[in-house]
C-alpha cells in the first residue's frame, strides 16, 4: 500500500495537488476539511458539532477527528492507498494515524510537506475566496487558521522527520512542476 500524507498551512496547494496524486497512483482520498464540510452541509449530528468550530478557523477536537477519519478508512477496503489531505493536524492525530494503520498492517510511506511563505498564502486565500467563498476564508478567519498551523500543527513535521518519512517541496511555482517534485519524492520513497 502507498499511503502519503500531503501536508502543508492552509493555501499550500495540499487541494489542487491532491487531485493530480489520485490520478496518477490510483489512491483515496481522504480530506477531512471536505469531510466536515459535507456533515454541515447535510446537517449531521457530527455537522451540528463541528460548524462553530469551522466557522471560526479552530481546529475540530482530536478524538473526533481521529473516529472520523478512521470509520473514513474502513469506508474503503479496496484501496491500494490513500492520500491524507489536512490529517494529521497534531501530534496525537499523527499517532493515533500510526496506531490504526498499524492495526490493519499498513503504515505511512511518506510525508509530503509543501512550503509556502505567509504573503503568498493570504495572496493565495483571497483569490479562493473569489471562486469558492468559503466562509473560514475571511480574513480574521484565516488569521486564526493560519494561527493554529503555526501552534499545533507545525509540530507534525519534526515528528515525521524522525521517522525519516518527510520530504519538503517548493510549493511555490507551476502547478505541474510541483507536482512533477511531489511524485519524485514519492518514487523514491517506494
Ligand atoms: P481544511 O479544508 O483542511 O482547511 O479544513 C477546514 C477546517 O476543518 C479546519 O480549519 C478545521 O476546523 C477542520 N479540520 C480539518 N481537518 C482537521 C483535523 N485534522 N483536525 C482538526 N480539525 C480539522
Known amino acids: 500500500m502507498l499511503n502519503i500524507v500531503i501536508f502543508g498551512p492552509p493555501g499550500a496547494g495540499k487541494g489542487t495537488q491532491s487531485q493530480n496524486l489520485i490520478e496518477k497512483y490510483k489512491l483515496a482520498h481522504i480530506s477531512t476539511g471536505d469531510i466536515f464540510r459535507a456533515h454541515i452541509k447535510n446537517d449531521t449530528e457530527l455537522g451540528k458539532k463541528v460548524k462553530e468550530l469551522l466557522a471560526n478557523g479552530v481546529l475540530v477536537p482530536d478524538s473526533v477527528t481521529i473516529s472520523m477519519l478512521e470509520e473514513e478508512v ?11 489531505d489536512g490529517f494529521p493536524r497534531t501530534v496525537p492525530q499523527a499517532e493515533a494515524l500510526d496506531a490504526f494503520l498499524k492495526s490493519i498492517n499498513t503504515s505511512i510511506s511518506v510525508v509530503v510537506a509543501l512550503d509556502v ?14 471562486i469558492e ?58
Open 117 to 130: 511563505n505567509e504573503n503568498e498564502l493570504k495572496i493565495r486565500i483571497a483569490e479562493r475566496k473569489k
Open 133 to 190: 467563498n468559503r466562509a473560514d476564508d475571511a480574513e480574521d478567519k484565516l488569521l486564526k487558521r493560519i494561527d493554529e498551523y503555526f501552534s499545533k500543527t507545525i509540530h507534525v513535521l519534526p515528528y515525521y522527520e524522525s521517522q525519516s518519512k518527510l520530504q519538503k517541496i517548493n510549493g511555490i511555482g507551476k502547478v505541474e512542476d510541483i507536482f512533477s517534485a511531489i511524485s519524485k519524492a514519492i518514487d523514491n520513497s517506494k
Open 74 to 84: 474502513k469506508k474503503n477496503p479496496q484501496a491500494q492507498g490513500f492520500i491524507f
